[in-house]
């Protein structure tokens, strides 16, 4: 079992930077890969990017050069380091891990709005 809590949400003007933590608790040696995930009002959840392994990152292109992916503690903490963001960016932002034996499991949930 792995348990994942977010943290790190909140209103920012458009240009504005915010950083989202993931904590994961629980048999973390099991974890293969962690990633974002967000869902805006109406739309499905998509992938923002995740970790393969410590090393492989992935970004959907709508981030790619404005989101930075990084953990710390030995993978056990999950980092979204979000700048220059736009209003299309405001969407609830889940953060994803997959382990060996192909379990998924999700957080809660923290909402970014990004809004003049």
């Known amino acids: 079992q792995v348990q994942l809590v977010e943290s790190g949400g909140g209103y920012v003007q458009p240009g504005g930077s915010l950083t989202l933590s993931c904590s994961a608790s629980?048999?973390?040696?099991?974890?293969?890969?962690m990633g974002w995930y967000r869902q805006a009002p109406g739309k499905e959840r998509a992938l923002v990017g995740n970790?393969?392994?410590?090393?492989?990152?992935n970004y959907a292109d709508s981030v790619k050069g404005r989101f930075t992916l990084s953990t710390e503690y030995g993978g056990s903490v999950l980092y979204l380091q979000m700048n220059s963001l736009k209003p299309e960016d405001t969407a609830m932002y889940y953060c994803?891990?997959?382990?060996?034996?192909?379990?998924?499991?999700w957080g809660q949930g923290t909402q970014v709005t990004v809004s003049s």
């Open positions: 994803n891990a997959r382990t060996r034996t192909n379990e998924e499991y």
């Open positions: 629980g048999i973390i040696s099991n974890i293969i890969v």
């Open positions: 970790i393969i392994g410590d090393s492989i990152t």
